[in-house]
């Protein structure tokens, strides 16, 4: 009896032992003696202790860190670049068993597709078009990747170090085109105001714009009784009174 009660409690012991969670966010890998046979869904599953192993995988969307890279682009200058790359493992079985180690391969793969696109681009574009050479760079690493069971959803470049003397040179550059740019909206104005002045100049200078004046200073000092009276005569009609005087 305690012979059969010990099988008992070794084969239940060997049941409970064949029970795997995969949570929903993982895959699970069944190598069967060393070889592929499925690949387990979210939930409670069950194996062969012993005969049969379980690789998780997880497949959701990882980051993974490009560190900086020293690049020299098309027009020889010198800059540090780093990038971030999202992926995501779309066939689990193709991952564990096409690559050895997924995450590190897409993250160097990425690194020398980086480094191979800036360097044949200028850095104006590279300040430019930052995500389009990204684009490029992502779309040159998925083909390679693809294979691995494993989708780049995106590459990111973070940062670009430009060489301190550059940096110097850009700033005196973005000074003076700020400079030029306000020198123009003063002359803009000065222009403005000079034109609005001259036709002001022009208009008082008519004999009817004159005598509309006079006449509207004659109505506004009249209007108020206890006001002194000022008659002010045009010039014309001054100049007739003195030939008409003699004086």
Same mark, same amino acid.
């Given at each position: 009896?305690?012979?059969?009660?010990?099988?008992?409690?070794?084969?239940?012991?060997?049941?409970?032992?064949?029970?795997?969670? @995969?949570?929903?966010?993982?895959?699970?890998?069944?190598?069967?003696?060393?070889?592929? !046979?499925?690949?387990?869904? &979210?939930?409670? #599953?069950? /194996?062969?202790?012993?005969?049969?192993?379980?690789?998780?995988?997880?497949?959701?969307?990882?980051?993974?860190?490009? &560190?900086?890279?020293? /690049?020299? !682009? +098309?027009? #020889?200058? &010198?800059?540090?670049?780093?990038?971030?790359?999202?992926?995501?493992? !779309? +066939?689990?079985?193709?991952? /564990?068993?096409?690559?050895?180690?997924?995450?590190?391969?897409?993250?160097?793969?990425?690194?020398?597709?980086? %480094?191979?696109? =800036?360097?044949?681009? $200028?850095?104006?574009?590279?300040?430019?078009?930052?995500?389009?050479?990204?684009? $490029?760079?992502?779309?040159?690493?998925? =083909?390679?990747?693809?294979?691995?069971?494993?989708?780049?959803?995106?590459?990111?470049?973070?940062?670009?170090?430009? &060489?301190?003397?550059?940096?110097?040179?850009?700033?005196?550059?973005?000074?003076?085109? %700020?400079?030029?740019?306000?020198?123009?909206?003063?002359?803009?104005?000065?222009?403005?105001?000079?034109?609005?002045?001259?036709?002001?100049? $022009?208009?008082?200078?008519?004999?009817?714009?004159?005598? @509309? %004046?006079?006449?509207?200073? @004659?109505?506004?000092?009249?209007?108020?009784p206890a006001s002194t009276v000022v008659f002010a005569l045009p010039i014309e009609v001054m100049e007739g009174l003195k030939k008409l005087t003699g004086k």
């Amino acid at each position: 009896m305690m012979l059969i009660a010990s099988v008992v409690v070794v084969l239940i012991l060997l049941a409970l032992s064949g029970i795997r969670i @995969i949570d929903q966010y993982e895959r699970g890998i069944v190598l069967t003696l060393g070889s592929y !046979t499925r690949t387990l869904s &979210p939930g409670l #599953n069950f /194996v062969i202790p012993i005969f049969e192993r379980v690789i998780k995988v997880d497949i959701r969307i990882t980051t993974s860190d490009i &560190p900086q890279q020293e /690049v020299i !682009t +098309k027009d #020889n200058v &010198p800059v540090g670049i780093n990038a971030v790359v999202y992926f995501q493992v !779309t +066939k689990p079985e193709d991952a /564990v068993l096409k690559i050895q180690d997924y995450t590190y391969a897409v993250t160097q793969y990425a690194q020398t597709a980086l %480094r191979d696109v =800036i360097g044949g681009v $200028e850095l104006d574009s590279l300040l430019v078009e930052r995500q389009k050479i990204a684009d $490029e760079i992502k779309k040159i690493v998925d =083909i390679e990747t693809t294979d691995w069971g494993v989708d780049v959803t995106a590459i990111k470049i973070q940062d670009i170090e430009l &060489p301190a003397d550059m940096k110097r040179a850009m700033a005196k550059q973005a000074e003076a085109e %700020r400079e030029r740019r306000a020198t123009i909206i003063r002359s803009q104005g000065e222009l403005a105001a000079s034109e609005n002045l001259k036709k002001a100049m $022009e208009q008082m200078a008519s004999s009817g714009a004159i005598s @509309i %004046r006079t006449l509207q200073t @004659i109505e506004a000092t009249t209007a108020n009784p206890a006001s002194t009276v000022v008659f002010a005569l045009p010039i014309e009609v001054m100049e007739g009174l003195k030939k008409l005087t003699g004086k």
